[in-house]
């Protein structure tokens, strides 16, 4: 993923996220340290109608 502003929130205007389809191999004799992070919404318990 790539946040443009460094602010943890995608920005569907900037940032970009990439798949790919296939396995990835990872070095066995390192440490591999994953950052994850959830957006936090405002929209927790308010009832939207569509």
Not at 27 to 38: G, Q, V, Y
Request: aromatic share 18%; proline share 4%; net charge negative.
């Amino acid at each position: 993923m790539k946040d443009v502003d460094n602010n943890y929130f995608f920005d569907p205007f900037y940032d970009k996220i990439g798949f790919i389809d296939s396995l990835i191999t990872l070095p066995k004799d390192s440490i591999i340290d994953f950052k994850l992070f959830k957006e936090e919404t405002d929209l927790f318990g308010i009832n939207h109608i569509l």
